[in-house]
């Protein structure tokens, strides 16, 4: 992996010989997004990231189970709960449920599950 703008673009290694692969993270600018310089970029969150990584840990899973994989989905839904926890903290709201976390409704303005702030 090649950081390409700090916590926001990343060149990661492809395998069995394709091109390096650039994925981003949405980037706000602002008084609430302290350290981030440059233009607003749009995509997604980590908690967006984390939902395709549980996906892809249950698929490995029903290629054949194993343990280490089951134990890595937990902890990646463990890890999609905290960003959730520490965004309803912030906005003071309680947490989301594990199940809303994974399936619930997202907010298209904040990207986060929970959120009564904005309006669709």
Not at 2 to 29: M, N, Q, W, Y
Not at 99 to 116: D, E, Q, T, Y
Request: positive net charge; hydrophobic residues 35%.
């Amino acid at each position: 992996m090649r950081i390409l703008d700090p916590g926001h673009r990343h060149e990661l290694t492809s395998l069995d010989g394709g091109p390096a692969f650039v994925i981003h993270f949405c980037k706000r600018i602002g008084d609430g997004y302290p350290g981030n310089i440059g233009s607003p970029v749009p995509g997604p969150n980590c908690q967006e990231y984390l939902r395709a990584l549980i996906e892809r840990a249950s698929y490995l899973n029903g290629q054949f189970w194993c343990l280490e994989t089951t134990l890595i989905r937990w902890l990646l839904i463990g890890a999609l709960w905290l960003f959730e926890a520490r965004a309803a903290r912030i906005k003071h709201r309680w947490p989301p449920s594990l199940k809303k976390c994974l399936h619930g409704r997202i907010c298209p303005a904040c990207g986060h599950v929970g959120c009564r702030q904005h309006k669709d």
